[in-house]
């Protein structure tokens, strides 16, 4: 298995895994613990791990969230609590789901190592929250734990690198999000307001878009040798299902 078939076999199971814990009811109580929305400390959460940068500065790493709805969440952050410390907090919520549902996953210590030594190889130029995610200390070595944070880091990687490519293709942010599988429920959900553009000449540049990505990502995978990449594969792919099982959740969908 070369580097871009792992990324490419990786992709949509970390993008999904990767965001799990965001959905746990005790992540969303830990916002109301910091006297925030849960969709505040969902934006800062990620964004977070930048600093004190304005929201202009986040919704652009954020990429395919509306500037509008990035500003809403990450400034009523602000007139509470710092960004990084919101980013502490999300970590932290990471870290304690991944211990509670990952520890006795097979193979969770194997994986966590796997995607730790791709995480630290990833090549991090023009990913710049990937980037400070990386520089972020965990504050948990259980298994879980690492898995938990592996699977965020590679997701960061992933959603940056694809960023990049949406605007290679010519797409725009929203114009990759209506492409993907969500459509204009992941448009609205990720607030941005109507009008849509029309869907059906974006589908040929989101699919360049995602072999792009693959690309970008391999540096992670390159890493590991070729057994190694399947083997990552198939514990990510056991682990999806699982974690599907445990959840009753749908299967995988695009990047974004």
């Known amino acids: 298995m070369t580097p871009e078939q792992a990324a490419a076999a990786s992709r949509v199971i970390v993008v999904e895994l990767g965001e799990a814990y965001t959905q746990c009811p005790t992540t969303r109580r830990r916002a109301r613990l910091l006297g925030i929305s849960g969709w505040a400390f969902y934006v800062t959460a990620r964004g977070g791990a930048l600093g004190d940068v304005g929201s202009e ?16 969440g990450w400034d009523a952050a602000a007139r509470v609590t710092g960004p990084r410390e919101v980013a502490a907090a999300g970590l932290a919520e990471c870290c304690r789901w991944g211990r509670q549902h990952l520890d006795d996953a097979p193979g969770a210590a194997r994986l966590a190592d796997l995607m730790h030594r791709a995480v ?10 990937f980037a400070a995610w990386r520089a972020m200390p965990v504050p948990d070595d259980a298994p879980g734990a690492r898995v938990a944070v592996g ?3 590679l997701r960061e990687l992933y ?14 942010p929203l114009e990759a999000v209506l492409a993907g599988t969500e459509g204009e429920a992941g448009a609205m ?3 941005w307001p109507r009008p849509y553009p029309p869907v059906g000449p ?7 878009a995602e072999a792009a990505t693959d690309v970008l990502v391999s540096s992670a995978f390159r890493a590991l040798g070729a057994a190694e990449r399947i083997e990552l594969v198939d514990l990510l792919t056991a682990l999806h299902q699982r974690v599907n099982a445990a959840s009753d959740r749908p299967g995988p969908g695009a990047v974004a």
């Not at 959603?159 to 725009?172: C, E, F, I, K």
């Not at 974006?202 to 360049?208: A, D």
């Open 57 to 72: 500065t986040a919704a652009a790493c954020l990429g395919f969230i509306a500037p509008g709805a990035v500003a809403e």
């Open 120 to 129: 630290t190889a990833a090549e991090a130029h023009g990913l710049p929250l």
């Open 159 to 172: 959603l940056g690198a694809y960023l990049l490519a949406v605007r290679v293709s010519g797409m725009t």
């Open 189 to 191: 959900a990720g607030g």
């Open 202 to 208: 974006l589908v040929r540049r989101r699919l360049w």
């Open 151 to 153: 699977l965020h880091l």
